[in-house]
């Protein structure tokens, strides 16, 4: 029996691929207040975007709940007997833990295994499709957590945000903010990578992206690359141009950020991911 | 005075390290006398490093060293003096005098007495050893002047088995003579009708020690005592020696007005800190003070008159305190593999590059360049192995890299020639990877800005084809002086308009010791008006002499 792929919203694929693919994606939780929505469903991009801006509330983001994740592995196992389950890193997030719960209560004969992606967004979101590819192609259940875990190793993702106020209404910049200067307006760029760790810094938007463009660009061997953006598609269509130019022949991936890097990034938030060939791997 | 030993037969007269010693006490003595007049020779309008006062303070240290060794050995007492200057080297005049005297030493390395052909064998090693100490050699310089030196100086021994006056005598011709023609060498020099400040300082030097061979030691008295000037040297070295007030900043300056008040002044420098002196009449006030805000006490000079020979520097004996009080201040996170020093002055600027992860901040730069010794602190002080010097100044540069060598930690300086490419290459820092990518990332970056300094300009002259009046507000666009107005926001306006282009997004202005917030609003609002795309960030900067410092980028 083929092997099913369940990940998260956090992954920000589009949702041809996830159709295309069928993959399953369960949605993270948005909160505003004490209002719960779920990422996708009750809450489109636009409008998370819209109310990251306008609302009084700084939203947080979640965790599915171990019932939706219940849910969703009951309604597979009813097509397959085998499940691999990629999420958001686990040090960002208690989704693996979620699902982890969830698998071990689940009752249907499925065996299910999580892998935790170390990564976000499409740091996430290229794990999925390596798995979910291999999957489709009749691959043993190891041989798509291996693929999984492949790209989870050969990934990097780094991240421009535009401000830091949204990550510090978010609570997040303890280690992020010693590099930052509380004296001059700075835009740090960030790698995203089982941790958030300062990487660098420009003072313009335009430095920003260069900066981080540049970064990417250092690893060797690249053989996919990603460009996600919250509000500004003509800067990741900017990246994206580069990238081809500078790695003609690579697939180069133009995506939506979700609620999960977009609430702490804030709207002008721009990531990139890079997947090293698997000829570098020691 | 020669009272070397005469050998019998055709030996020549040998000197003894003490000798040598007495006649660089002698040089130094006669550059003292001189320094003025050194600094007096500028090329530039700008407030920039005294020569004169950069090889005077070198050779103070250099002197201080041979004393404390006590030899009578020539070479230890040469190498002494080596040693002494090379930690004591201010400016880039000094870094190639350090290097002179390195030369110097090496040349006199096996000769615990020297005669006058070792003497010249040293010159010769002092002339290589100084050509070394620059990466592009630049003739019409200081080290044009050691070459005709040392090659005259050979050229007379050859000839007449000279004796050591005679052969010193010759040296000090070559050096008038090279000293000169200095001018038609260097068409900056030419252009503002001046010799080379370096030269002269070594000719001046030279004179000093064949005074003190012909034992015209008249001339080498300590200075008049009734010189205002030399008093007062006096009188704040007494101050310094003294022991009082060891914290902060030494800050001397000199105030031109009319109905001026020394008892006022002294009252109000009294607030401001302490080892206040302040001398003079009614239309010249000299003050000197000790305090924590430097910034403060320049600014309330410039409220009374015309300010000249601003002198800020961190008082010696609390460098390595200051370097600890920096670390303990919480400002300088541990962000990285990589220690960085930064070499600026100005309350705010030190601040901002505090907050943006420098380790360790040298107080210095335009006017007063710091020591290689105080920049080698620094660098000590920081707690990672490697370590990156950010000069902001390209009169500290080589200083930098003279400090950079005397470390046993591995050591790059990234030649930032302003405080916004300071800034500009500290943002580049990445925590993660070690000395040699982040030298290369930050060097790239510090281009990425271009930069506006405002300061006043100091003489009247013409520089690269601009008439500059002493007084006006004169603009460098990214070092090269390029704009002479009337006021402060004019000149920053006018730089603007020559260096704004559509890849600008960004300008910060940050605002000096001179210059209030309220004009600094004023002035970025008359900016916004002009470039509405462009955002406008103002900073505090509390830098001396220049009221803006603007970055566009």
Request: contains cysteine; charged residues 20%.
């Amino acid at each position: 029996m083929t092997v099913r792929v369940v990940t998260d919203s956090g992954a920000d694929l589009p949702s041809e691929v996830v159709e295309a693919l069928s993959i399953t994606v369960v949605p993270l939780v948005v909160l505003f207040g004490d209002e719960v929505l779920r990422d996708e469903i009750d809450l489109t991009t636009d409008q998370f975007f819209q109310r990251l801006v306008d609302s009084p509330v700084h939203p947080s983001t979640s965790q599915p709940s171990v019932g939706a994740f219940q849910e969703a592995y009951e309604r597979v196992a009813g097509e397959t007997d085998s499940i691999v389950s990629i999420h958001v890193g686990a040090k960002f997030s208690g989704t693996v833990a979620a699902a982890m719960l969830a698998r071990d209560r689940l009752t249907a004969a499925c065996r299910i295994e999580v892998v935790d992606s170390e990564g976000a967004s499409l740091g996430l979101g290229f794990a999925v499709l390596a798995a979910a590819r291999a999957a489709k192609e009749g691959a043993s259940l190891e041989d798509v957590i291996a693929a999984a875990e492949s790209v989870v190793r050969r990934q990097h993702t780094l991240a421009v945000l535009d401000t830091l106020e949204y990550a510090r209404r978010g609570g997040r910049i303890s280690r992020v903010e010693a590099l930052l200067g509380s004296v001059l307006h700075v835009k740090p760029i960030l790698s995203i990578k089982n941790e958030v760790r300062p990487l660098s810094r420009a003072r313009t938007r335009a430095a920003g992206l260069k900066r981080m463009f540049e970064l990417a660009m250092a690893y060797p061997h690249i053989v996919q690359v990603g460009v996600m953006h919250g509000t500004t598609p003509e800067d990741a269509e900017m990246l994206a141009q580069w990238t081809r130019e500078r790695l003609p022949g690579v697939p180069v991936q133009i995506a939506r950020l979700g609620p999960a890097l977009g609430a702490h990034g804030g709207p002008g938030i721009m990531v990139m991911t890079v997947v090293e060939g698997e000829k570098t791997e020691a | 005075m020669a009272t070397g030993v005469r050998r019998r037969g055709r030996h020549a007269t040998t000197y003894s390290g003490g000798e040598l010693r007495e006649m660089f006490a002698a040089a130094t003595t006669w550059l003292e006398h001189n320094a003025q007049a050194i600094n007096s020779i500028n090329v530039f309008p700008v407030p920039d490093g005294d020569t004169g006062t950069n090889m005077y303070l070198t050779m103070r240290a250099t002197m201080d060293e041979a004393y404390q060794s006590g030899s009578e050995a020539a070479n230890v007492v040469a190498g002494a003096m080596a040693k002494g200057a090379l930690m004591g080297a201010r400016g880039n005049s000094g870094v190639i005098l350090s290097q002179i005297l390195r030369g110097f030493a090496d040349g006199l390395s096996e000769k615990e007495r020297f005669d006058s052909r070792d003497f010249v064998a040293a010159l010769d090693e002092a002339a290589v050893s100084a050509d070394r100490a620059v990466s592009h050699p630049v003739e019409g310089t200081i080290l044009t002047v050691m070459r005709a030196v040392a090659a005259a100086a050979r050229e007379r021994s050859k000839k007449l088995r000279g004796n050591l006056k005679n052969v010193l005598a010759a040296a000090v011709d070559a050096a008038k003579d090279a000293v000169a023609r200095t001018p038609s060498l260097l068409p900056a020099l030419r252009e503002a009708g001046v010799v080379d400040a370096g030269g002269q300082g070594l000719y001046v030097m030279l004179e000093g020690a064949l005074r003190y061979l012909r034992g015209d030691l008249a001339s080498l008295a300590p200075l008049a005592v009734q010189d205002p000037e030399r008093t007062w040297a006096r009188t704040t070295t007494a101050v310094h020696d003294g022991g009082e007030g060891k914290y902060g900043y030494c800050t001397e300056f000199l105030v031109s007005g009319e109905k001026l008040n020394a008892g006022a002044t002294l009252e109000r420098m009294l607030e401001l800190g302490d080892s206040v002196l302040v001398v003079g009449d009614e239309t010249l006030l000299r003050v000197h003070l000790h305090t924590a805000q430097p910034e403060i006490a320049i600014s309330h000079g410039r409220m009374l008159g015309e300010l000249a020979q601003i002198k800020v520097e961190n008082i010696e004996a609390q460098a390595e305190q200051f370097v600890a009080r920096v670390q303990a201040s919480g400002h300088a996170p541990d962000i990285g593999l990589v220690g960085i020093v930064v070499v600026v002055s100005g309350a705010g600027l030190e601040e901002v590059f505090r907050s943006l992860g420098a380790t360790a901040v040298v107080p210095g730069g335009a006017t007063m360049n710091p020591s290689i010794k105080q920049v080698l602190e620094a660098i000590e002080s920081c707690p990672q192995e490697e370590v990156i010097v950010l000069p902001n100044n390209k009169n500290v540069i080589l200083g930098a890299q003279q400090a950079a060598r005397s470390s046993r930690k591995r050591v790059r300086v990234v030649g930032t020639v302003s405080v916004p490419q300071g800034m500009a290459a500290l943002l580049a820092l990445n925590p993660e990877r070690g000395l040699d990518e982040n030298a290369a990332l930050m060097g790239d970056a510090r281009r990425d800005v271009q930069t506006v300094e405002v300061t006043k300009a100091v003489r009247t002259t013409t520089v690269g084809g601009l008439r500059v009046r002493v007084g006006q507000d004169i603009a460098l666009l990214d070092g090269t002086l390029a704009v002479a107005e009337d006021s402060p926001r004019a000149a920053v306006r006018e730089s603007l308009r020559r260096l704004v282009n559509d890849r600008a997004s960004l300008i910060t202005i940050y605002y000096g010791a001179q210059s209030t917030a309220e004009d600094t609003e004023a002035l970025a609002g008359e900016i916004r008006a002009v470039y509405p795309s462009l955002q406008v960030d103002i900073v505090y900067g509390g830098q001396p002499h220049y009221s803006y410092i603007v970055s566009l980028e």
